[in-house]
Each structure stands twice: as structure tokens, then as C-alpha cells.
């Protein structure tokens, strides 16, 4: 499973300006709701569940927030560049300003894992995320994570 087999260009964010998780996944919500057609409220709902459950944050600046949601057709995601990093629980208690949201088909089931292994391995490339910081456009966030960090984190 590629990155551009679960990320629509028009799915991500370049220059969020976002002061809490809350208001990001607020923004990731409606973003999926636009560009995917889920249902925002829920798509919400069931993010704050996660996070409610423990923390999504991975360290240096990375978020995976993830959630199954009824009515999808396939697994979704919204890539987020904050503006500012935001607090998000990480484990090593840095603030985060590269986010990528998964959104799953209830039934799932491994897929769901596979695509958020997919997704961490991508973002645990410090240079990739190097690029992703620096990108100046949502066109060059995309191409960067569906080019180089599919090339070599797969």
C-alpha cells in the first residue's frame, strides 16, 4: 500500500493555523467530510474517541490520529502542516506540526493497521520530514510524501 492510494492531493493541508488538537481535528474532519465525503460530525467524534484512548502523537513533531468510521469504501487520509506546532500529548512532550489522519471502513480490519504502519514508517524518516517542513504548497507536501518518502520507507 502507497501513500497516494489513501491520500487525495486536494487532502492536504500545507498551512493550517490551528491553537489546540481540538481545533486541528476539527479541521481534519471537516477536510475529509469535503474531500471524501464522510460524515463531519463523526469523523470528529470518532477522533476525539482515539485521542481519548491515548495520544496519537509519535514524537518529533509527528501525529497519526486514526478512526473507523461507517460508509467508507476504502482508507482515507488528510495530511496536516501546522503553521505553529501545537501540543498533542506526544511521549516526548514536543508539540506537533505534521499530522496525518487515517480514516478506516469499520471492516477493515488489518488494512487499517497496514495503512498506519505505512503512514509511521513514512513520517519516523527524519528527512522526509525535513522536506515536508520546508515545502511551501500543498502540491509539494503531496509530492513529497507520495515520491520520495514512498520510495524509501516502503
Not at 469535503?34 to 476525539?48: E, I, K, P, T
Not at 501540543?87 to 469499520?106: G, K, N, S, W, Y
Amino acid at each position: 500500500m502507497e501513500i497516494r492510494d489513501i491520500l487525495a492531493p486536494e487532502a492536504v493541508m500545507a498551512h493550517l493555523k490551528a491553537t489546540s488538537k481540538k481545533q486541528l481535528l476539527q479541521e481534519v474532519a471537516a477536510r475529509a467530510s469535503d474531500v471524501y465525503g464522510v460524515d463531519q460530525r463523526g469523523a470528529f467524534d470518532a477522533l476525539l474517541d482515539r485521542e481519548r484512548l491515548g495520544a496519537t502523537a509519535m514524537g518529533r513533531g509527528v501525529a497519526a490520529p486514526h478512526a473507523r468510521l461507517d460508509g467508507l469504501d476504502g482508507i482515507r487520509g488528510v495530511f496536516v502542516r501546522l503553521e505553529k506546532p501545537i501540543d498533542f500529548d506526544a511521549i516526548d512532550d514536543e508539540p506537533v506540526d505534521l499530522v496525518f489522519a487515517l480514516f478506516a471502513p469499520e471492516e477493515a480490519g488489518a488494512d487499517h493497521l497496514r495503512a498506519l504502519a505505512r503512514v509511521s514508517r513514512a513520517l519516523r524518516d527524519q528527512g522526509a520530514c525535513a522536506k515536508l517542513r520546508s515545502c511551501d504548497d500543498a502540491a509539494a507536501v503531496y509530492a513529497v510524501l507520495t515520491e520520495s518518502v514512498s520510495n524509501r520507507a516502503a
